[in-house]
């Protein structure tokens, strides 16, 4: 009888110390999973932020081009086809709403493309300028014309800013095991701004 007690206590103290090891590993596991879901929570916010700083920008640009155009209306009666197709460009530019946590290539292509129809219907609007010079020497003209100059250089910068961000999101939520932890939680890499031909310098709004 005192051999079977003796062979039983023998298994719950196998049990045990087989138990306390994987004990340990599933409370290291879970730390680790604790602290890369955080990681990943908070770069994901930094390219939020950025985000929204890039929106506010372009905001910021929608809102001068159109007082430009409303300056350049009262000079130029006669261009209501260029006007018109800036305020459309206008409309459609800041009608484009981004869900900042679907921020992948397609829907940051389509934002840009929105954006860059209304830096087209732009250039096409200082051609017309080109035509009067007293709306050229109109103060109010002038000044519109040095904050364009400044908020395009402002959406470059902010735009690079949004691109190292993500950058640095992108890999973190790839490498492994993050990717593991990064796919049972949802987090998903988030697209680029893609540079075009000469974008690497901000345009000049020359008038």
């Known amino acids: 009888m005192a051999k079977k007690e003796k062979i039983k206590g023998t298994g719950c103290l196998a049990t045990t110390l087989i138990g306390i ?3 340990i590993i599933i409370l290291i596991l879970a730390i680790w999973m604790y602290r890369s879901y955080n990681r990943m929570v908070t770069k994901e916010e930094a390219v939020v932020a950025q985000w929204a700083q890039v929106e506010n920008t372009y905001q910021r640009r929608a809102d001068l081009i159109i007082n430009l155009a409303e300056t350049v209306k009262g000079y130029a009666t006669h261009e209501q086809t260029t006007l018109t197709s800036v305020i459309e460009a206008r409309s459609k530019a800041t009608s484009i709403n981004i869900n900042a946590e679907n921020l992948n290539e ?8 929105a954006q ?3 830096s087209s219907s732009l250039s096409k609007l200082m ?8 709306l050229k020497a109109n103060q109010g003209f002038l000044k519109l014309q040095n904050q364009l100059e400044q908020i395009e250089n402002t959406i470059l910068l902010e735009r690079m800013a949004f691109n190292e961000i993500a ?19 949802g987090f998903e890499t988030k697209g680029y701004f893609e540079a075009k031909e000469g974008t690497d310098v901000a345009p000049k709004v020359e008038f």
């Open 21 to 23: 090891p994987v004990i």
């Open 106 to 113: 397609q829907t940051i292509q389509n934002f840009q493309n």
């Open 116 to 118: 860059d129809g209304l």
């Open 127 to 134: 051609v017309v300028i080109e035509k009067y010079p007293d």
């Open 167 to 185: 950058k640095i999101y992108n890999v973190y939520v790839r490498k492994f095991p993050h990717n593991i932890f990064a796919s049972w939680f």
